[in-house]
């Protein structure tokens, strides 16, 4: 089975739907540059105008180069309508910056490295863009032991995206549809509280007022579709942090300022933690609590169908969009404004937390809670509706 080229496809068809005419830009470093040059000229036979490639390092643009298609000929030179991919270069552990948790939490940049920045949220989408993990070598061996790493991540990769079923890529089309049903479900019941229990979770959320739940597929004014991520796997739902209250058992150590944490509940209290414990790495989960006012709230909650095939040993893959597509989370800080209705533009992040009560804050951190066990109902009182049942989605 050709799993990268089934990998592009799904890339350039259905995460950013390339068309004709469209000038795609490929953000990409030294690492994934092979990877770059065939996506670009696969890409060039699409939109029929040159593809450019930037060579990125440590930040700063090192080269640039353009790619034209071999078997059509150019419609045009340039294009005004603008794509971006990046290929992503996995968070690994041991390229994180060599800081303290105190350093790393009073620095933006080392908290954008360790992956526990919160997104800027007033930030407008105007164009298609994607952020794409790439299989290589290198990112392999830091998750897999066995003899051909490599191979074991496209498995990976295949696992989540259905590049080995023999009806692809309509079984991952399919995937797409049945993401669709569950949110029509959740549209019809027009819940806005929900309960979510395993025998050790057991806490209560309710929706902002004029959000809705989503999943990665986004829309932009002119009505263009495209994903930013093909591991579209999570239903997630910002949430109004003054009612949250109960438990939550992390199902999973986590990394957080760069720190493993284990064995972790926190419990909340009017959208607070008010307690918490972990076996391991408390120090760096108390120091990330106490970040801003918006720390010790969470911010957004995605629910995921449990991936109980993958290896119940492997709890950090370096890259966000596979690590948030496992298992469902919380995560405590920033959340995420594209869930909510008739976003207005805002003069800045504090008028947006305050009109909207979306949660502001530096911090993003991802807490896995999920199970095999893992229950969801939607309502209050007596007219309650499951919509996950031991792990899976009832439709």
């Known amino acids: 089975m050709d799993y990268q080229n089934n990998y592009i496809d799904l890339i350039l068809g259905v995460s950013l739907s390339l068309q004709q005419g469209e000038g795609l830009s490929i953000n990409t470093s030294e690492r994934n540059l092979e990877f770059a040059q065939i996506v670009a000229q696969k890409a060039s036979e699409i ?85 794409i993990p790439v299989p290589s070598p290198f990112w392999s061996k830091t998750i897999f032991s066995g003899k051909e790493p490599i191979d074991d991540m496209w498995k990976l990769f295949a ?77 997630s739902m ?55 006012d918006g720390a010790n709230k969470i911010g957004l909650v995605s629910l995921i169908e449990e991936k109980t095939e993958l290896s119940p040993i492997i709890h950090y893959y370096g890259s966000p969009s596979i690590d948030e597509a496992i ?6 800080g920033m959340g995420e404004s594209n869930h909510l209705k008739e976003l207005e533009v805002y003069e800045d992040e504090s008028e947006l937390r305050e009109k909207t009560g979306l949660n502001v804050s530096l911090l993003k951190g991802r807490i896995p809670f999920g199970s095999a066990h893992l229950n969801v109902d939607m309502g209050e009182g007596e007219k309650l509706y499951p919509i996950m049942v031991n792990g899976k989605f009832i439709f």
């Open 238 to 292: 910002v949430v109004d942090s003054s009612f949250t209250h109960g438990t939550i058992h992390a199902s999973r150590p986590f990394l957080i300022l760069g720190t493993w944490v284990e064995g972790v509940s926190l419990t909340f209290f009017e959208g607070k933690v008010v307690d918490f414990h972990a076996s391991k790495g408390k120090k760096a989960l108390e120091i990330a609590l106490n970040i801003d």
């Open 327 to 332: 298992t469902s989370y919380i995560s405590l």
């Open 47 to 131: 939109t029929l105008v040159p593809v450019s490639i930037v060579l990125i390092e440590e930040g700063s643009v090192k080269d640039v180069f353009s790619v034209t298609p071999v078997d059509h000929d150019l419609v045009a030179e340039t294009s005004t309508q603008r794509v971006l991919l990046r290929l992503e270069d996995a968070s690994i552990v041991e390229e994180f910056p060599k800081a303290t948790i105190e350093e790393i939490a009073a620095n933006i940049p080392l908290l954008q490295a360790v992956g526990n920045l919160g997104s800027p949220q007033l930030s407008k989408e105007v164009a298609p863009w994607a952020t």
């Open 159 to 235: 696992s989540l995206l259905f590049l080995d079923s023999s009806n692809f890529p309509n079984s991952y089309i399919n995937h797409l549809k049945k993401m669709n049903e569950i949110l029509k479900r959740m549209y019809t019941l027009g819940q806005e509280h929900f309960h979510i229990y395993d025998g050790k979770t057991d806490i209560y959320i309710k929706l902002i007022p004029n959000s809705i739940p989503r999943h990665k597929l986004t829309l932009l004014e002119n009505g263009r579709a495209f994903m930013p991520t093909l591991f579209n796997h999570g239903i």
